[in-house]
């Protein structure tokens, strides 16, 4: 681990009092705004000033402490996200927060923070370890699998993944026989069996490729069975061969988007889009065995990838919302900008990525993500919910944008 900047107790102390909701003592307050201040100072520095390895795992530790406990805080007050999809973001199987409790357990295990430990276990605990239903093989309601198998992992509860395991049994017996070319008409993807037609029984759509495949992988290293991988593996390369362009390296979102274009003619690449996949990435590498027959195939992927996203960050540090088009929506955009961030500083971390200029990008988009956060830990500039390069406004926040950037933190942290 890191040397903090400051002792375990302030950041103790104001994670306690976010989780219980007692936020009335001003003095913790102002300690808790003055740690968040501190990093935005090393944050506004200007970009060709250096900044040490210390401050930024210092900055890690901080912002990662006070967004997820400010996250945690909020779950039951999700009032700030749009009616059309707050029902949603209030389910904790549902992606929306299940795509938070991804950041939250990579930095759990970085941080051993008890608190957020206790809290992923009472919340599966809740929730009797169970998967949505209603829609058996969508790659959206296999997301929150992932944390019940991290616990598995982490605290030995096999009971943690046994409707998991109950679930992807069927799947197996009955294997969904569909092309990958998305449809309007069945977008939605509530088709239940294989005969329907609806390629959302498979993984045709970039964020699918974050939500389901590590799942599967995580079920085949705690039941030892590799035939659960084996099945995510072939689906997996299914999809990114048919979303992957070669000639950019970056994903179409799906196959709506292979002749869309966008404001300037350039073709329409979505940045939170990328951001899903480029993270998953890391995320299977390094739950692969060593020695698996694919893995050289998942790393030579990120390396496309990579090598596509360096050249699309923007003066201030951000990604696009619309890659190719950074004019379309000229805000700045944190999710798509989290995940890359942190599927970037993976590579730097791992010794994949060894330039200099590669580590100065991370750096960028690490102090873009700090100017973003509020002082109260509030993560802000995150597009809700769609499929598309949409704008973004800095009230906009939601549960996903705070995992993009716990997991950002989470590499930062182990940042030299």
């Given at each position: 681990?890191?040397k903090k900047?400051?002792?375990?107790?302030?950041s103790?102390?104001?994670l306690?009092?976010a989780?219980?909701?007692?936020s009335?003592?001003?003095?913790v307050?102002?300690?808790?705004t003055?740690?968040?201040a501190d990093?935005k100072e090393?944050?506004?520095q200007?970009?060709?000033q250096?900044?040490?390895?210390?401050?930024?795992?210092?900055s890690?530790?901080d912002?990662?402490?006070l967004?997820?406990?400010?996250?945690?805080?909020q779950?039951?007050?999700l009032n700030?996200?749009p009616?059309?999809?707050?029902?949603?973001?209030?389910n904790?199987?549902?992606?929306?927060q299940a795509?938070f409790?991804?950041?939250?357990?990579?930095?759990?295990?970085i941080?051993?923070n008890p608190?957020?430990?206790?809290?992923?276990e009472?919340?599966a605990?809740?929730e009797?370890?169970g998967?949505?239903?209603?829609?058996?093989?969508h790659?959206?309601?296999h997301?929150?699998?992932?944390t019940?198998?991290?616990?598995?992992?982490q605290?030995?509860n096999k009971?943690?993944y046994?409707?998991?395991?109950e679930h992807f049994d069927?799947?197996?017996a009955n294997?969904?026989?569909?092309?990958?070319?998305m449809?309007?008409s069945t977008?939605s993807?509530?088709g239940k069996?294989?005969?329907?037609?609806?390629?959302?029984?498979?993984?045709?759509?970039a964020?699918?490729?974050f939500?389901?495949p590590r799942t599967w992988?995580k079920l085949s290293?705690v039941?030892g069975d590799?035939?659960?991988?084996?099945?995510?593996?072939k689906?997996?390369?299914?999809a990114a061969d048919y979303?992957?362009?070669?000639?950019?390296g970056?994903?179409f979102r799906d196959s709506r988007y292979?002749?869309m274009?966008?404001?300037?003619g350039?073709p329409?690449?979505?940045?939170?889009?990328n951001g899903?996949v480029f993270a998953?990435l890391?995320?299977?590498?390094n739950?692969?065995?060593?020695?698996?027959?694919?893995r050289p195939r998942?790393i030579?992927?990120y390396?496309?990838?990579?090598?596509?996203?360096?050249?699309?960050?923007?003066?201030?540090g951000y990604?696009p919302?619309?890659l190719m088009?950074?004019n379309?929506?000229?805000t700045?955009e944190?999710?798509?900008t989290?995940?890359i961030?942190?599927?970037?500083?993976?590579?730097v971390?791992?010794?994949i990525?060894?330039?200099t200029e590669s580590?100065?990008?991370v750096?960028d988009?690490w102090r873009?993500i700090q100017?973003a956060?509020s002082?109260?830990g509030?993560v802000?500039?995150?597009?809700?919910?769609?499929?598309s390069?949409?704008?973004?406004?800095?009230?906009d926040?939601q549960?996903y944008?705070t995992?993009?950037?716990?997991?950002?933190?989470s590499?930062m942290?182990?940042?030299q």
């Amino acid at each position: 681990m890191y040397k903090k900047k400051r002792g375990l107790s302030l950041s103790a102390l104001a994670l306690s009092i976010a989780l219980t909701g007692c936020s009335g003592n001003d003095e913790v307050n102002t300690q808790s705004t003055s740690v968040v201040a501190d990093v935005k100072e090393v944050a506004t520095q200007s970009y060709s000033q250096a900044i040490s390895a210390e401050e930024i795992r210092n900055s890690a530790y901080d912002i990662a402490t006070l967004a997820g406990a400010w996250q945690i805080e909020q779950l039951g007050n999700l009032n700030y996200i749009p009616e059309s999809h707050r029902a949603k973001s209030e389910n904790a199987k549902f992606w929306i927060q299940a795509a938070f409790y991804i950041g939250l357990t990579e930095w759990t295990g970085i941080s051993k923070n008890p608190e957020f430990l206790a809290h992923l276990e009472k919340m599966a605990a809740e929730e009797e370890y169970g998967l949505l239903t209603d829609r058996p093989y969508h790659a959206d309601d296999h997301t929150i699998g992932q944390t019940y198998l991290w616990l598995t992992q982490q605290t030995g509860n096999k009971a943690a993944y046994g409707p998991t395991k109950e679930h992807f049994d069927w799947i197996l017996a009955n294997q969904p026989n569909v092309g990958m070319e998305m449809l309007d008409s069945t977008a939605s993807g509530s088709g239940k069996l294989h005969n329907e037609g609806n390629c959302q029984l498979r993984w045709c759509w970039a964020d699918a490729l974050f939500m389901a495949p590590r799942t599967w992988l995580k079920l085949s290293n705690v039941t030892g069975d590799p035939k659960y991988f084996e099945y995510a593996d072939k689906e997996f390369w299914a999809a990114a061969d048919y979303l992957f362009s070669d000639k950019y390296g970056l994903f179409f979102r799906d196959s709506r988007y292979f002749d869309m274009k966008s404001d300037n003619g350039e073709p329409v690449f979505w940045g939170r889009g990328n951001g899903w996949v480029f993270a998953a990435l890391p995320l299977i590498i390094n739950d692969l065995p060593e020695n698996h027959p694919s893995r050289p195939r998942y790393i030579e992927l990120y390396k496309k990838n990579a090598a596509a996203l360096l050249k699309l960050q923007t003066a201030d540090g951000y990604w696009p919302a619309s890659l190719m088009d950074p004019n379309k929506v000229k805000t700045p955009e944190i999710s798509g900008t989290g995940f890359i961030t942190y599927g970037l500083a993976w590579g730097v971390n791992n010794g994949i990525l060894d330039d200099t200029e590669s580590k100065k990008i991370v750096e960028d988009g690490w102090r873009a993500i700090q100017r973003a956060i509020s002082d109260d830990g509030r993560v802000n500039w995150v597009q809700h919910v769609g499929k598309s390069p949409d704008p973004v406004k800095k009230t906009d926040s939601q549960l996903y944008g705070t995992g993009a950037v716990l997991l950002a933190a989470s590499e930062m942290s182990k940042w030299q």
